[in-house]
């Protein structure tokens, strides 16, 4: 059945195209459904690269992409939804580079991209402030954390662990004060964790676990932490 003969409105992928077993490439005819609000494909097989005619969907809010056999760079048509808020193309084999475009993402709060092959450094003076949720795990991105992090008020969940990411962890981490869960382990950082940390009232789930990294005046800040995180390593 060609995506063309299903109707747009009211469609949700979530209950008749994700969880199967499709194969094959994700049609380019898809990108004719131009009132698509919620595009569910994850947990089949797609194979191939993602179809630029994506990009034609310029009413969609959520994409699943996640959990298939996806390659390739992600397609610059991305960047013309404008009212994406929700991305996630975890568990597939993209690679590149985080796009400079992710910028054009005004209102986006979820970007999921953990368990794929990207690389190079992060763009954080480029991410969304919008973003609630930030998961880059399991690639090989490098560099450092920058201080621009600290504009991402609105954040409360970072997955970076399994990189390739050195330095400090800057001071402008303590602007990010409605942190849940902080996930940087199995990196190379260095130096002290920020003491601000130990003030993180909404903090549940911290994970460092890194050699390289100490608490600054140790005894007077860990106990606090520890007694706000559900685990800490």
């Known amino acids: 059945m060609s995506c063309r003969t299903l109707s747009p ?13 499709f194969t094959e490439e994700i049609p380019s005819e898809i990108g004719g459904l131009a009132n698509l609000k919620y595009l569910y494909l994850c ?8 179809p630029p005619e994506i990009g034609n969907l310029s009413n969609l809010e959520i994409l699943y992409l996640n959990r298939n056999n996806l390659a390739g760079k992600i397609p610059f048509e991305i960047a013309e939804l404008k009212s994406l808020w929700m991305l996630d193309l975890r568990k597939n084999r993209l690679s590149g580079n985080l796009p400079t475009w992710i910028s054009n993402f005004s209102i986006l709060e979820n970007l999921y991209l953990s368990d794929n092959e990207f690389s190079g450094k992060i763009p954080w003076d480029l991410l969304p402030t919008s973003l609630y949720a930030l998961a880059l795990s399991n690639n090989s991105f490098e560099g450092s954390i920058d201080s621009t992090i600290g504009n991402l008020s609105n954040l409360s969940f970072m997955f970076l662990y399994s990189n390739k990411l050195i330095g400090q962890i800057p001071s402008s981490i303590c602007n990010l004060t409605s ?21 993180f009232t909404s903090l549940r789930v911290l994970h460092f676990e890194s050699e390289s990294l100490s608490w600054l005046h140790y005894e007077n800040n860990s106990e606090g932490l520890c007694s706000r995180v559900s685990q800490l390593e």
């Open 9 to 21: 409105i009211g469609l949700h992928w979530k209950h008749c195209c994700s969880g199967n077993h």
């Open 179 to 199: 942190f849940l869960y902080l996930h940087l382990s199995n990196n190379s950082f260095e130096g002290t964790i920020p003491e601000c940390l130990g003030n």
């Open 43 to 50: 947990s089949n097989n797609f194979s191939g690269s993602i």
